[in-house]
């Protein structure tokens, strides 16, 4: 199954349990929160992007989205920055309805932060490379989410 698949199958899955309870009982839309472990200009963004889109666009939810930049900031310093930063603007925001974590990063990110920054609000993560961290994040009943599959024969 291609990226854009798994990011599909997640996502029509994630909107049809939303629909409910956010999208028809309450007004507006579900606030979504992306944290990207890379840039927008990482060779697999466009692709989630567009399966993202391809479910979000025709129920009108835009996610927000921050980028960890993590390719090029991976130090623990570097990390505590992002968080802090991250930790202020949601201090101006209302609560995210869910979180969505986009590769290793992002999900590490996450699964340390989530006590502070997310506290009992859904996390779905996709394009996971890390079976254990994918793993321990299943333990967390409001976190669910797909690994990637590399076509190692293929590359």
């Known amino acids: 199954m291609t990226l854009k698949k798994s990011v599909l199958c997640?996502?029509?899955?994630?909107?049809?349990?939303?629909?409910?309870?956010?999208?028809?009982?309450q007004p507006g839309y579900p606030r979504i929160l992306m944290i990207n472990s890379f840039t927008p200009y990482y060779l697999t963004y466009r692709e989630i992007m567009d399966g993202m889109q391809s479910v979000?666009?025709?129920?009108?939810?835009?996610?927000?989205?921050?980028?960890?930049?993590?390719?090029?900031?991976?130090?623990?310093?570097?990390?505590?920055k992002f968080r802090?930063?991250?930790?202020?603007?949601?201090?101006?925001?209302?609560?995210?309805?869910?979180?969505?974590?986009?590769?290793?990063?992002?999900?590490?990110?996450?699964?340390?932060?989530?006590?502070?920054?997310f506290p009992g609000i859904p996390?779905?993560?996709?394009?996971?490379?890390?079976?254990?961290?994918?793993e321990q994040a299943l333990c967390d009943g409001l976190m669910t989410g797909t690994m990637e599959c590399l076509s190692i024969g293929e590359t």
């Open 10 to 25: 997640v996502l029509i899955v994630l909107c049809l349990a939303l629909a409910p309870a956010s999208l028809f009982a």
């Open 56 to 80: 979000f666009d025709p129920c009108g939810i835009v996610p927000e989205q921050e980028f960890m930049d993590a390719k090029r900031f991976t130090s623990l310093e570097d990390t505590a």
């Open 84 to 117: 802090d930063y991250l930790a202020w603007k949601l201090s101006r925001l209302p609560p995210y309805d869910l979180v969505i974590a986009v590769n290793d990063d992002a999900l590490q990110f996450v699964i340390n932060e989530r006590p502070y920054l």
């Open 123 to 134: 996390v779905v993560f996709l394009g996971i490379n890390d079976s254990r961290r994918a």
